[in-house]
């Protein structure tokens, strides 16, 4: 354990901005690809093969790299998952594939570093597996071009669909572009992915807002179909006073910034709070290391036990050298006379009784209030729902649940016939993760071909 | 303290551990710095014909990460000038007088060179002579080597010629590259060898280069077959080494064997005198590793001797020669079936799929809750059908766990009787519908 907390310096003469910046796990080379690939059992009937929401051919990709047909193993991956580059690096693995190989107890085969190593390998060679299917005549919308919605736009582009993506922002990838620390994926990554779904024909209109640049009924009307991925949104306000100082930010912006602006300008001051415990806090907290902060300190209002974080996610932090503030809630970000954040009052808590989610409530401990000083806050308490999105769909007969839109599991369909939704913007329940969200696109895929297309020995 | 030193047909050496005539015992110098490592003996890269070598003389076997399984070679003997050869043996053996210094010899099919270099190296003083009658590359194709060793006439020919001047003992060094090695073993104590070595290299093409079509070994372009060593052809020399040590015809000369094919540890160094070795030579796992290899040979010979309460080699040389015996004499009536210990299961499956696969059927996957893990997994475990299971072992042989599917010796009931004694007493067994009958009075039910 005591490893655990020995903080990483970050000192510019030892390190440079860049190579801090740079993947955390450098890429295999061939022989410890070949050697890790050969540690492999080649189950029967592999867990780590039903433990994968897109249930890759795990053992078989495997294999692959330990014959040197590297190319081969990329096809086994992207069959099941085309966003395998980035479901190699973000995937909690440790609790999917990895977690179930039968060589847990003693060390697991390093299943996302492997996947990692296939698919650069195809990725960076720009080697396309799958080709535009013969056109079937139908068109299909896709909200947002993110994991859920270009696993969608491949899938059914594969099938023969013509295939547009509407996506709001300048570069299409959603999170992977924007939201994944860098040093878990490079940006160059995510935009291969893309890159390889508009070479299967799929157009991808970036800068194009629903409801502001076109109207959602242009494109029901437009469209045989339309699924929407349009991922949550900003983080949600604390509602508590001085939220409005200069110097209190939104972590997805902030790990935005690092993705596509110059390092070297940005300027995350040297006492950082983050609020939350989730894995983007998480990432928030290690960036602002990264950059050189001197004390960053997560700050959450339940203990240990409770952090969504991974738990990997959380030895990383530790590791960077991040402090933990558990049981404490922050109450008020106190502001110098410039406007500007100068420290964030908290006050302790304890642990009472379980609420809805099982978790114990957070209670107030009286007269505990205290003053954390510091000069950024960085909020990562999770994402607004979709809300906007959610009014434009409701007179359409799209159902809510808790917030997000609802959907059938086993199609991904919507209330209404035509829509269909995937990814963060449907997981009411349990975890969002870039793997689901691949998964709902393909699920949805499978049901619009199911249906708009005849296929063998069904006409619909 | 166990006491290591054997006596090898006269030659005395303080260990069983001597390196093979090849690349590790070129020289004087590799050879003394060998013996300062603690290597018992030595046989001199064979001496002889004049030679030109050719690059590349290597190709390798590697598997999955592990490197040099196999290794095999173009080199011929020695290229350096015989008198520089004769020098630095005799350096050698004033040096190092309780090491066993053996020089290999390899001639053309003359009396007279035979005799005459014989007559010239016994001059420095070695402790005996090793006939190259194996080398299967180069000096074949010259009339030497294997060429020899393949036509048991002439192995005992030459043995004969050099036996007649040689005042050491000689030892004839067999090649593998034959129908049945028996043959030029007895023609080796036809001729008054005074022991026996084996086994040489194996003829083999080690590998084509899938991207530029090269051979490999790659000469210039061109390849072609070589010598085959290293840990891959253990079973094949041990296989061999038994053969000869269970022929009555050899075992009557009382000759001693040097065995080799594939040592790299005491383990394999004592597997070999099991089987009736009294030295043994190493030569693939010192290219791979360099002479420092032999600390661990000795000592873990020594611990084992210990353990098993042997205080000298002969205490356990040729000990497992005689459970050396044919199909036909395996007893009929042994049975076992694979029992799967469940607490070390891993559930990799494959023991499931090789026995659906590859061999009986025997194995299900059974959803069953042995304990709360499989309750969380909901993954089935493998289960042995006893009743079914024909007891081939190919389940424990793919179980990557230690010690979790156990063959289990059972008894059906079945008659302790051999093949050969079967057939004597019911020769009619030999027609399928006799056998039928067999079986059923027997017990034994086929799937």
């Not at chain 1, 402090?323 to 410039?338: C, D, G, Y």
């Not at chain 2, 893990?373 to 475990?381: A, E, V």
């Not at chain 2, 079945?414 to 057939?423: D, G, K, T, Y």
Request: with cysteine.
């Amino acid at each position: 354990m005591a490893e655990h907390f020995k903080p990483v310096k970050y000192r510019a003469w030892e390190m440079s901005l860049e190579e801090r910046f740079k993947e955390v796990y450098p890429p295999l080379t061939q022989r410890e690809a070949e050697a890790e690939a050969n540690r492999c059992l080649y189950c029967y009937d592999a867990p780590c093969m039903v433990a994968c929401p897109t249930h890759i051919d795990i053992p078989t990709f495997i294999k692959k790299i330990g014959t040197g047909n590297v190319k081969g193993s990329a096809r086994t991956i992207l069959e099941s998952n085309l966003m395998g580059a980035t479901c190699a690096r973000v995937c909690p693995v440790d609790v999917l594939c990895e977690g179930s190989c039968v060589l847990r107890e003693e060390k697991p085969i390093a299943i996302g570093r492997l996947q990692r190593y296939a698919t650069d390998y195809a990725n960076e060679r720009e080697i396309r597996f799958f080709e535009k299917g013969k056109p079937n005549g139908k068109k299909v919308a896709v909200i947002g071009a993110g994991p859920a919605g270009l696993s969608c736009a491949g899938e059914l582009a594969k099938t023969g669909f013509d295939v547009t993506v509407f996506e709001k922002r300048t570069w299409a990838g959603g999170l992977s572009t924007y939201g994944i620390v860098v040093f878990r994926e490079p940006v160059e990554v995510s935009l291969r992915e893309v890159k390889m779904i508009q070479d299967l024909g799929v157009q991808v209109k970036c800068g194009v807002e629903i409801g502001k640049d076109i109207d959602f009924d242009e494109i029901m009307s437009e469209f045989d179909a339309v699924f929407v991925s349009i991922g949550l949104g900003r983080v949600p306000q604390m509602e508590i006073p001085g939220e409005d100082a200069e110097g209190v930010l939104d972590g997805l912006d902030f790990i935005e910034e690092t993705k596509v602006d110059r390092l070297d300008k940005i300027d995350v001051g040297q006492r950082v709070c983050i609020i939350g415990a989730g894995n983007t806090a998480i990432d928030c907290a290690t960036i602002a290391r990264r950059l050189g902060s001197e004390r960053v300190t997560m700050i959450y209002r339940r203990s240990e036990a409770e952090m969504p974080a991974y738990y990997f996610e959380y030895q990383f932090a530790l590791k960077e050298g991040v402090s933990f503030m558990f049981l404490t809630q922050p109450i008020e970000v106190i502001k110098n006379a410039r406007g500007q954040v100068e420290g964030l009052k908290c006050v302790r808590m304890d642990l009472g009784q379980p609420d809805a989610s099982g978790r114990r409530s957070p209670v107030r401990v009286p007269d505990s209030e205290f003053v954390v000083p510091c000069d950024r806050v960085i909020k990562a308490i999770g994402q607004n729902k979709p809300k906007d999105f959610m009014d434009i769909l409701a007179p359409l007969g799209v159902q809510q649940a808790k917030g997000y839109i609802a959907v059938d599991p086993a199609t991904n369909r919507t209330g209404n016939q035509k829509i269909y939704a995937g990814g963060d913007c449907v997981r009411s329940f349990g975890e969002a993760s870039t793997v689901m969200a691949v998964q709902d696109g393909k699920i949805a895929a499978k049901a619009i071909a199911r249906e708009l297309v005849s296929i063998e020995g069904e006409n619909k | 303290m166990v006491d290591l030193s054997i006596d090898f047909a006269g030659i005395k050496s303080p260990n069983p551990f001597w390196l093979a005539s090849a690349p590790p015992t070129n020289s004087g110098y590799q050879i003394q710095k060998a013996f300062d490592q603690g290597w018992g003996g030595a046989v001199w890269k064979t001496v002889g014909a004049p030679v030109l070598n050719v690059c590349n003389r290597y190709g390798t076997m590697d598997y999955k990460g592990s490197k040099i399984i196999g290794l095999n070679n173009v080199e011929l003997i020695s290229d350096r000038p015989i008198e520089i050869n004769l020098r630095e043996m005799r350096e050698t053996k004033r040096l190092f007088p309780n090491n066993a210094v053996i020089a290999s010899v390899m001639v053309e099919s003359k009396k007279e060179a035979w005799q005459e270099i014989i007559k010239q190296i016994q001059d420095t003083g070695v402790d005996g002579f090793e006939l190259n009658f194996g080398c299967p590359h180069g000096m074949s194709e010259r009339g030497m080597g294997s060429a020899m060793g393949q036509v048991p006439e002439y192995t005992c020919m030459v043995t004969d010629w050099v036996m007649d001047v040689a005042e050491i003992p000689v030892i004839v060094k067999l090649t593998p590259n034959v129908t049945d090695i028996v043959h030029p073993a007895r023609a080796a104590v036809k001729g008054r060898a005074s022991a026996v070595s084996l086994i040489n290299t194996i003829n083999s093409i080690m590998g084509v280069d899938v991207d530029t079509f090269e051979i490999q070994p790659n000469v210039g372009g061109k390849g072609g077959h070589g010598g085959y060593a290293g840990p891959a052809v253990k079973p094949i020399a041990l296989h061999l080494l038994s053969a000869i040590g269970a022929d009555k015809e050899f075992a009557q000369a009382g000759i001693p064997i040097s065995g080799m094919g594939g040592i790299e540890t005491w383990r394999d160094a004592v597997q070999f005198m099991l089987l009736g070795s009294t030295s043994v030579q190493v030569c693939t796992a010192v290219m791979h590793w360099g002479f420092r290899i032999v600390e661990d040979m000795i000592e873990g010979m020594s611990n084992w001797m210990q353990d098993k309460g042997f205080e000298r080699c002969s205490d356990f040389i040729g000990k497992s020669l005689p459970r050396i015996s044919n199909f036909g004499d395996f007893d009929l009536g042994f049975q076992s079936v694979a029992r799967i210990d469940h607490d070390k299961c891993i559930q990799c499956n494959l023991c499931y799929i090789a026995c659906n696969d590859a061999a009986h059927q025997c194995i299900d996957l059974t959803s069953m809750q042995l304990s709360e893990k499989t309750l969380q997994n909901g993954r089935p475990w493998p289960v042995v059908r006893e009743a079914d299971c024909v007891g081939c072992d190919l389940c424990s042989r793919v179980c990557p766990v230690d010690d979790c599917i156990e063959m289990v010796e059972i008894d059906t009931g079945r008659p302790h009787i051999s093949w050969n004694q079967l057939v004597a007493q019911k020769p009619e067994v030999l027609e399928w519908d006799k056998m039928e009958e067999y079986r059923k009075q027997a017990n034994i039910v086929i799937h």
